[in-house]
Every structure is written in C-alpha cells, then in structure tokens.
C-alpha cells in the first residue's frame, strides 16, 4: 500500500527556520516525483514545487522560488520542506503528494498534511 | 500560469440531486485535467483524471467531461458522503494549478 507520511505540527516565530518532511513506503520511492502544496486557512490549494528523488531534481513554483527550499534524500525515502526565514504569511497546511506519472500530472497520492503555523 | 476559474464557489443542495461543478482554464489544457474531493481537515482525494478517467475506488456516480477550456464534474445522486469541497486542477504546463474550489453544503 502506498503511503505518504509527514511531519508534525509546527508553530514557530517569524524569522525562524524550519523543515518538514514527507516520508513514502508501498513504492520505489527513487522512481517518482514528489510535489508540496500550501494550503492556506479557509483557502484552496497552490503547487509548490516538485522534486525527483532519483537526482534530487527540483522544480519550483514561480511564487515560491527562492522562499523555500524543497531537497529529498533517497536512502530514507525522503522529501523535505525547508524555510530559512518564516513570515506569518507561511501559516498554512502543507501538504506532499505524488504525481501519478511525471512531475506534472494529477496527483494520485497525498500525505496527511503539516500544520506550519507562525505567530510571535 | 494558467488560472483556473470554477463555478459556482458554493452549491446548495440535497441528497439524491445531480450536481454539476464547472471549471474553467485560462487556456487551452486539452484534457490534462483532474478534479479532487476534501473534506475538512483532510487532504485531497483524486476523483478524475485526464478529464474524463476515473480513479480507481471511486464511486460511479461521479464523472467528468469536457477538452480544452471548459470542463465539468457531475455528481449524480448526491449521497450524504458527498458533501465536501471539490477542486479542478490542470497539469498542462510545468507549474500545475488548481481552481478555487466549490464546495457542496446541505440545503
């Protein structure tokens, strides 16, 4: 059975620096894109970025490149999620999701989200 | 990017109506085009794909059509499961999107 399984719940202060992972199982994790996607309070969704564990190529948004850092490593069938400097604006549940083939395509499986909340 | 505009944002409706949920792309997608179901405080779940396919596990009631720039999501005898948000999502270009979402309520 494929699983995507994340990190827990974060509150952080602004200017602080965090990374949420996304671990996968039922699957050759090398072999499959992986994508991140924000959802914010009552708001609908927005793709991130997606990243090829095979070689760690990683494709961004235009809204969030250069805000976040998406890196996997393929030893722990790992995706991560990585911020050096959070605003307020970054509370958001972040979800990882699989393509179903390629990195861009419908996405056939999701992890269960992270609540990233930041407030000082 | 390509915006993806749904209507409407909010659908009133009762057990055992036919719903249909429009999503409209800011171009051409051909049928690269998804529609997903949530529910609060969970994540996405993949109901169609490539406009018209179904994912596997999913109820028959459910179906997709359409090429290009418009597309629907109809939902015959709406179940009391149903009740939810849905959202379309294109996959034509390199930065997928997705519409803003309708969600199904209770008349």
């Known amino acids: 059975e494929v699983q995507l399984v994340q990190s827990g719940t974060e509150v952080k202060k602004p200017g602080e620096s965090l990374k949420i992972s996304c671990r996968g199982s039922?699957?050759?994790?090398?072999?499959?894109?992986i994508a991140w996607v924000r959802q914010r309070p009552g708001k609908g969704l927005e793709w991130m970025g997606v990243?090829?564990?095979?070689?760690?190529?990683?494709k961004y948004s235009p809204s969030f490149q250069g805000q976040v850092t998406i890196s996997a490593d393929k030893s722990i069938s790992a995706a991560y999620l990585q911020w050096s400097g959070l605003k307020a604006s970054d509370t958001a549940m972040y979800y990882c999701?699989?393509?179903?083939?390629?990195?861009?395509?419908?996405?056939?499986?999701w992890g269960q989200g992270t609540l990233v909340t930041v407030s000082s | 990017d390509i915006q993806m505009t749904q209507s409407p944002s909010t659908l009133s409706t009762s057990v055992g109506d036919r719903v249909t949920i429009t999503c409209r792309a800011s171009?051409?997608?051909?049928?690269?085009l998804a529609w997903y179901q949530q529910k609060p405080g969970k994540a996405p779940n993949l109901l169609i794909y490539?406009?018209?396919k179904l994912e596997s596990g999913v109820p028959s009631r459910f179906s997709g059509s359409g090429s290009g720039t418009e597309f629907t999501l109809t939902i015959s005898n709406l179940q009391p499961d149903d009740f939810a948000t849905y959202y379309c999502?294109?996959?034509?270009?390199?930065?997928?999107?997705f519409g803003q979402g309708t969600k199904v309520e209770v008349k």
């Open positions: 999701a699989r393509p179903a083939s390629g990195h861009t395509s419908s996405f056939d499986y």
């Open positions: 039922g699957y050759t994790f090398d072999d499959h894109w």
């Open positions: 990243i090829y564990p095979g070689d760690s190529d990683a």
């Open positions: 171009q051409n997608i051909s049928t690269w």
């Open positions: 490539k406009a018209s």
């Open positions: 999502q294109q996959y034509d270009s390199s930065s997928p999107t």
